[in-house]
Structures are given as structure tokens and as C-alpha cells.
């Protein structure tokens, strides 16, 4: 997706040099956008031939951000230009890209062959483009699913930043009342426990489950890609936020109940995190008039704490424990294999991990 174009010139930023930095900052601020250098990995620029900045591009993964052109350099190649440089840099590395837009920005991007997923109006629009797409999850989840007998088929979708007894909770009673219950896991790596902890801690916990299905997340359940706000350390809500989780959603709507026709999806109370109840508020909003009953149950406690209210499980409560190196406050939080891994040897690079960090999830 790489062409010639002698009308611009090209050239990619310093994100370490406050001067490059500055002078993207201050473009995008002419077109009311606000750059941020900490959410990108690379930004290139492009100028006229008279030396005139007039537009630019980034991206962080597999997700191109920050797309911008001067409004009189609209109806020229510039735009095509970023977008197909970044999209052919990043399908070197990954099999397909994705980018947020604005929804009446969407047909520049299916003009040069991006595909539209979803829309969360007014703010975004996801869109992909590559060798792999939203169809090709959909193959992987058709292989996953089970023949079953009646419409009591759920979903849940964990973390498990560690895998505690709340899950447990949840999972077992989603069992308990469901012919089949898929079990998706969240696969981006940007939590305390890895990808590859959290799915053999769930497995072992949920072994004696025998109409469980776990799934991967993949790129479409609650990943970078449609909803990086969930791996952010926020305590407010903001429309962003808000439209994210929708975003996210609505995916989980169109794509994945389909395939395994889904009817319910089970959530626990949310006490502590503001993102994880706006996107629970956004499954409320989407779900039951496509057909998928949102059914919330009470989050688990242990006790109570100080103030005669229920001690809530929680993982940032383990993690937060962890860090302050008193593990054994919350050891009935855990299930056995969750307590035996944390004692363990093996969690000590997840230890000292949590106790640099300060991530929400």
C-alpha cells in the first residue's frame, strides 16, 4: 500500500525531541485534537513542497492513531498518503490493523480499503484492514461452539488480574444455570499476570465445570483495540469512556452472539472500578434489545471490613496486597491454584511487576 507522491514529502518525528513533539502537538491542536506521545510508538509528518506541515499519522501496535490533514489538503493524495504508509509499515509486523475515527470520517478510510466494524455515535467508528478480520474470529469461535438443547446459553467475560474466588462465584452459578456457558478471557497482555498465567489458572479453577468454554479474546473482546479505556488507571467517567465501552459491546452483539447463540451474559456487582460499571451500563443499553439478557449478580464477599460493610472480593485488592507484601490478608480470596501459584516461586516476576506498577487491571 506504498505510492510515490511528488506533491508531499515525508519524514518521521522524534517522539524523544520536545521540538518534533511541539510541532505535532501544535498542528493538532488547529484541528482540535489533542496528541498525546505517550499512547503512540511512531509519527510521521508530512509537508508540501514549500515546507508547510500539513498533516500527520501515528500509530501504537497495531492501531493507527492521530490521522490528521489541514482542511485545505483534504481533497489531495496526503491523506491516502499517511494512511497507506503506516498501513503497509504495520502489516509488515501484524497480519491486519485497525483505526478509531470519527463515524463521517469513516469513508476516507473505506475508500483507501479499511472495513467498518462499528459505530458508537457521535464519537467513534472502528475500521480494519489486513490479511485477518472480524471473520476470522468468528471461524475460530465456530469451532468452539457446542450443539445445545435449549436457549440457556451464556457468556461471561473475565480478566482474572488474578483469578479469585468472585470468579469462581460467577462462573459457577452462570454453570449452574445454563446449558453451556463461554468463558472469554481477556487476551491482551497488559495486565500484572500474563495472557498464558491467567488462562491456566482459569482453566485448573473451572476444571470440574464440564459445560464451560473458554475462549480467547482475541482482538475483539475488550482488547486495545476497541476498548483501550478499560487498561487505563481512571476513577472517572468520561465520554470516551462511555463510547468505547459501547464500541465494545456492540461488537460482542453483532459478531459473537451469532455465531454461538448466545442469550445471556453474566456480570458481577462493580463496587470499586468506574470503567468496569460504565462498560457494565453499556451491556444494559445494547444487549437486551439484541436478544442477550444482562443478568448482574452480587460480587462475593468474604467478612466484612472495618466498617461493618461486606468485604468485597476484589483482585486489585489481591494485587494491591501483593504489593504491599502482605499476601496473607487475602489468601481466602483465592481459590487453591490461584494460593498455590502466588506462594509459589513461579509468581515471583509477577510480584515484583505489581509492585512497580500501579495499573488498574
Request: include cysteine.
Amino acid at each position: 500500500m506504498n505510492f510515490e507522491d511528488t506533491d508531499f514529502r515525508q519524514e518521521t518525528i522524534d517522539l524523544g525531541n520536545p521540538f518534533d513533539v511541539k510541532l505535532v502537538k501544535d498542528f493538532l491542536a488547529s484541528l482540535d485534537l489533542v496528541f498525546d506521545p505517550s499512547e503512540v510508538e511512531s509519527t510521521m509528518i508530512v509537508y508540501n513542497l514549500k515546507g508547510d506541515l500539513v498533516g500527520t499519522g501515528s500509530h501504537q501496535g497495531r492501531i493507527l492513531k492521530y490521522i490528521a490533514v489541514a482542511t485545505e489538503y483534504r481533497d489531495t493524495t496526503a491523506f491516502a498518503l499517511i494512511v497507506t504508509n503506516l498501513t503497509g509499515k504495520l502489516l509488515k509486523i501484524h497480519k491486519h490493523t485497525f483505526v478509531f475515527t470519527r463515524p463521517e470520517n469513516a469513508v476516507r478510510f473505506a475508500g483507501l480499503g479499511y472495513t467498518r466494524i462499528a459505530t458508537a455515535e457521535p464519537l467513534f467508528t472502528v475500521l480494519e484492514f489486513g490479511f485477518e478480520s472480524i471473520r476470522t474470529y468468528q471461524a475460530y469461535l465456530k469451532t468452539l461452539a457446542v450443539p445445545t438443547h435449549n436457549n440457556t446459553v451464556a457468556a461471561i467475560v473475565v480478566n482474572c488480574n488474578p483469578f479469585t474466588n468472585g470468579h469462581k462465584y460467577l462462573i459457577e452459578n452462570a454453570a449452574a444455570m445454563n446449558e453451556v456457558v463461554y468463558l472469554f478471557v481477556v487476551e491482551e497482555d497488559r495486565s500484572a499476570f500474563p495472557f498464558s498465567v491467567r488462562w491456566k489458572l482459569i482453566e485448573a479453577g473451572t476444571r470440574h465445570l464440564k459445560n464451560v468454554v473458554m475462549v480467547k479474546g482475541g482482538m475483539y473482546v475488550v482488547s486495545g483495540a476497541t476498548f483501550p479505556s478499560y487498561f487505563l488507571k481512571c476513577e472517572e467517567v468520561s465520554t470516551v469512556m462511555q463510547k468505547q465501552a459501547e464500541l465494545d459491546v456492540t461488537i460482542f452483539a453483532d459478531y459473537i452472539v451469532p455465531v454461538l447463540g448466545i442469550t445471556r451474559r453474566y456480570v458481577g456487582t462493580e463496587v470499586y472500578c468506574a470503567v468496569t460499571r460504565e462498560y457494565n451500563q453499556a451491556m444494559k443499553k445494547i444487549l437486551p434489545p439484541k436478544g442477550v439478557e444482562v443478568i448482574e449478580l452480587e460480587r462475593k464477599a468474604v467478612g466484612s471490613n472495618t466498617g461493618l460493610n461486606p468485604n468485597y472480593i476484589s483482585a486489585s485488592k489481591v494485587r494491591q496486597a501483593i504489593r504491599e507484601d502482605r499476601l496473607e490478608d487475602v489468601l481466602d480470596f483465592l481459590p487453591e491454584v490461584t494460593r498455590d501459584f502466588l506462594l509459589s516461586d513461579e509468581s515471583a516476576a509477577i510480584h515484583a511487576k505489581i509492585k512497580q506498577e500501579s495499573s488498574r487491571h
